[in-house]
């Protein structure tokens, strides 16, 4: 069964200061892996999309890896923001079917 | 603008009552989604739509219904079946062509049932 696994389940940080989230998955066969933002009460936002050859993609302060033989992604913020606080949703695709798969999400808050 | 667009926001029940949340979508997209929101969950499919007059069950479509008789148009009916209602509901678009097109969200809508 298609799978997605996010870490941790929540996070507080301080305004400034980097952080990293994980994804891992268990889809197969893989497509592409996309990571949303998604502010409270609002729909999801692509930040970035990572395809099977794509190691490392920035947007912004956000740089997403992906490791396709262990199955890994991870979300870097670096100089969080108040307006980074969101929840960060890992949801990867498989290529056989036009429904992705979602994780539940990594909860992140930003403290001044 | 080109866009995704949920209405209303937010969506007062009464038990026993159906509602229709509606979703309409300006970027000639082909595949259209409903999604449910619950708190520290993911995103759970409902229904989805790949093409006008045709629909296909999600995960959870029990005590939902949908239809598509405008590719711009994907309205979603809660039907006083569905258990535990009170969500947030998401509806989403995405071009057919590729599996790997981005999904398109609309800003979605609170349902409560009082």
């Known amino acids: 069964k298609n799978q997605v696994e996010q870490s941790p389940q929540s996070l507080i940080i301080l305004e400034g200061k980097n952080c990293t989230l994980q994804c891992n998955y268990t889809v197969s066969p893989f497509s592409n892996l996309r990571w949303y933002k998604q502010d409270t009460g609002r729909g999801p936002v692509s930040l970035t999309i990572m395809t099977f050859s794509e190691n490392t993609k920035s947007n912004g302060r956000y740089t997403a890896t992906l490791d396709a033989d262990t199955k890994q992604s991870s979300l870097h913020i670096t100089a969080s923001q108040l307006s980074d606080s969101a929840s960060y949703i890992c949801?990867?695709?498989?290529?056989?079917?036009?429904?992705?798969?979602f994780g539940r999400g990594t909860s992140l808050i930003v403290h001044p | 603008d080109g866009g995704i667009t949920q209405s209303p926001k937010y969506l007062f029940r009464k038990e026993g009552q159906n509602v229709t949340l509606s979703c309409e979508q300006n970027?000639?997209?082909?595949?259209m989604y409903w999604y449910r929101q619950d708190p520290g969950q993911g995103l759970r499919l409902i229904y989805y739509s790949q093409i006008v007059n045709d629909f296909q069950k999600g995960d959870i479509a029990e005590g939902y219904s949908v239809s598509r008789e405008k590719k711009e148009s994907f309205p979603l009916t809660v039907t006083s079946a569905q258990k535990n209602p009170t969500a947030f509901y998401l509806c989403?678009?995405?071009?057919?062509?590729?599996?790997?097109?981005?999904?398109?969200f609309g800003q979605g809508t609170r349902l409560t049932v009082v």
């Open positions: 989403a678009s995405r071009p057919n062509l590729g599996l790997d097109t981005e999904a398109f």
């Open positions: 970027l000639n997209h082909d595949a």
């Open positions: 949801v990867v695709s498989s290529g056989r079917s036009y429904i992705p798969t």
